[in-house]
C-alpha cells in the first residue's frame, strides 16, 4: 500500500504539504467562482506523521496565506487513534491549530480508541462517526444505540456529528431519525475529477 510506504519512508512529509496546498488552491478557486451563497469547505485527512510533525502549525498558515482561502473553509480531519497515542501533542497542536481559525475533525470515531475525556479537552468542532457503525443501521439495534448516543454526547459538547459510510436511502433515514447533523459516503457521490465537481458543485443537491 502507497500511504504506509509513505509514512513509513517520510516522504509523506512532501507529499502531504502538495495535496494541501493543492486542494487548499481548488477551494480558494471554487470560492472566488461559485454560483452558490455558501461556496463548499473543504476537508483535508492528516496522515500519523504529518500531524505529529514540529512544523505543522506553520505550514499550514503559510499554505493558506498563499492560496488565499479563508481558515474557516478548511477542516482539517485526524483519526482517534492519533488522539488517543498522542495525548499531550494533541492537545498543544490542536489547540495552535484552532487559533489560525481552521476546523477540526476527529476521523473514524469509535474504531476502538474512544476517550470521553479527551473529547473534553479538545478543541474539536466535527465528530466523524466510523462507517462500521453506519453500514448495518437497517438491522442492528446496537449500532442504533451506539450511534444515537455518541450523535447526543457530541452535540451536548458542540460537536458537529458526521455519519461517514453513507450508501442507501434507509442508512440516511436512520441518521437522520438519529440527529446526525450531516453525512458523507457514495448514496451522495463518488470520488470524481475536477471537471465533474465543478457541475456537481454548480447544482443543489436533492435526495
Same mark, same amino acid.
Given at each position: 500500500? %502507497?500511504?504506509?510506504?509513505?509514512?513509513?519512508?517520510?516522504?509523506?512529509?512532501?507529499?502531504?504539504?502538495?495535496?494541501?496546498?493543492?486542494?487548499?488552491?481548488?477551494?480558494?478557486?471554487?470560492? $472566488?467562482?461559485?454560483?452558490?451563497?455558501?461556496?463548499?469547505?473543504?476537508?483535508?485527512?492528516?496522515?500519523?506523521?504529518?500531524?505529529?510533525?514540529?512544523?505543522?502549525?506553520?505550514?499550514?498558515?503559510?499554505?493558506?496565506?498563499?492560496?488565499?482561502?479563508?481558515?474557516?473553509?478548511?477542516?482539517?480531519?485526524? $483519526?482517534?487513534?492519533? !488522539?488517543?497515542?498522542?495525548?499531550?501533542?494533541?492537545?498543544?497542536?490542536?489547540?495552535?491549530?484552532?487559533?489560525?481559525?481552521?476546523?477540526?475533525?476527529?476521523?473514524? %470515531?469509535?474504531?476502538?480508541?474512544?476517550?470521553?475525556?479527551?473529547?473534553?479537552? %479538545?478543541?474539536?468542532?466535527?465528530?466523524? !462517526?466510523?462507517?462500521? %457503525?453506519?453500514?448495518?443501521?437497517?438491522?442492528?439495534?446496537?449500532?442504533?444505540?451506539?450511534?444515537?448516543?455518541?450523535?447526543?454526547?457530541?452535540?451536548?459538547?458542540?460537536?458537529?456529528?458526521?455519519?461517514?459510510?453513507?450508501?442507501?436511502?434507509?442508512?440516511?433515514?436512520?441518521?437522520?431519525?438519529?440527529?446526525?447533523?450531516?453525512?458523507?459516503?457514495?448514496?451522495?457521490?463518488?470520488?470524481?475529477?475536477?471537471?465533474?465537481?465543478?457541475?456537481?458543485?454548480?447544482?443543489?443537491?436533492?435526495?
Amino acid at each position: 500500500n %502507497f500511504i504506509p510506504l509513505a509514512e513509513d519512508t517520510g516522504l509523506i512529509l512532501p507529499l502531504g504539504r502538495w495535496v494541501l496546498k493543492t486542494a487548499c488552491q481548488q477551494a480558494a478557486s471554487w470560492h $472566488t467562482n461559485s454560483a452558490t451563497e455558501t461556496p463548499p469547505g473543504l476537508a483535508v485527512n492528516l496522515s500519523p506523521r504529518q500531524f505529529l510533525q514540529p512544523h505543522l502549525v506553520e505550514e499550514v498558515r503559510e499554505i493558506l496565506v498563499e492560496t488565499g482561502l479563508e481558515p474557516q473553509h478548511l477542516e482539517l480531519e485526524i $483519526t482517534e487513534r492519533i !488522539i488517543m497515542e498522542h495525548g499531550e501533542t494533541t492537545t498543544d497542536t490542536l489547540a495552535q491549530l484552532k487559533a489560525l481559525g481552521v476546523q477540526l475533525a476527529i476521523d473514524d %470515531f469509535g474504531s476502538g480508541y474512544s476517550s470521553l475525556d479527551y473529547l473534553k479537552r %479538545f478543541p474539536v468542532d466535527t465528530l466523524k !462517526i466510523d462507517r462500521a %457503525f453506519i453500514h448495518d443501521l437497517a438491522s442492528n439495534e446496537v449500532d442504533v444505540a451506539i450511534v444515537g448516543a455518541v450523535t447526543t454526547m457530541a452535540q451536548a459538547l458542540g460537536s458537529l456529528v458526521v455519519a461517514e459510510g453513507l450508501e442507501t436511502a434507509i442508512q440516511v433515514s436512520k441518521v437522520r431519525a438519529l440527529g446526525c447533523d450531516t453525512g458523507q459516503g457514495y448514496y451522495f457521490a463518488k470520488p470524481m475529477p475536477h471537471e465533474e465537481a465543478v457541475k456537481f458543485l454548480s447544482v443543489p443537491l436533492v435526495r
